[in-house]
């Protein structure tokens, strides 16, 4: 299948991101022929975990100073409390957030990755669902948060949880495909 030959995807992510939540969308995108970097602070690999306890090993494509937003058609954030927590605070990670919504690309985030959609200034007055336990935070943040396992609005896919990414899957692909086919590459 290529209906996504062409397309460029960008995973954020460092030691202690959850597993899952980069790898399943990473399989399914480049499943449909996406090219998809794994980017982070250094090169090598990053850790994964499957929830609290260490998983395998993930390869890194580019750095966070190898990077450009300008780049990429689309890019992902997987949660992971570990990995989450330390994106939310560094800036080139903010900064590439804010660029890729200035340009209206879609950015998706599973869970714990809304806390780098709401220190990169992007939920003011969205729509957008993660972990229950970042609820208060969205809301904090002037989003309106809710219990589904896929929300769309505008250029933002959110998923709450690891059960969640089948559907996430078939969401992010689908609003890929279109862009694919709207860019006509």
């Known amino acids: 299948m290529q209906e996504l030959a062409h397309l460029r995807i960008a995973i954020l992510a460092i030691d202690g991101v959850e597993e899952c939540e980069l790898t399943e969308p990473k399989k399914a995108l480049e499943g449909a022929s996406a090219h998809v970097d794994v980017i982070s602070r250094r090169h090598g690999e990053i850790q994964g975990y499957r929830y609290r306890e260490p998983a395998g090993k993930i390869r890194v494509d580019r750095t966070l100073d190898e990077a450009r937003a300008d780049d990429y058609d689309a890019v992902l954030l997987p949660g992971g409390i570990w990995n989450s927590a330390w994106a939310r605070g560094e800036p080139r990670v903010q900064q590439f957030l804010r660029e890729m919504n200035g340009a209206g690309k879609p950015i998706a985030a599973i869970a714990q990755a809304t806390w780098e959609l709401i220190s990169a200034g992007l939920l003011r007055g969205r729509k957008v669902t993660g972990c229950p336990t970042t609820k208060d935070d969205i809301r904090n943040a002037g989003a309106e948060w809710l219990d589904r396992e896929v929300v769309v609005d505008g250029n933002l896919i959110t998923s709450r ?25």
């Open 161 to 185: 949880s690891p059960l969640d990414i089948p559907a996430f899957n078939r969401e992010f692909r689908a609003i890929l495909a279109h862009l694919a086919e709207t860019v006509g590459r």
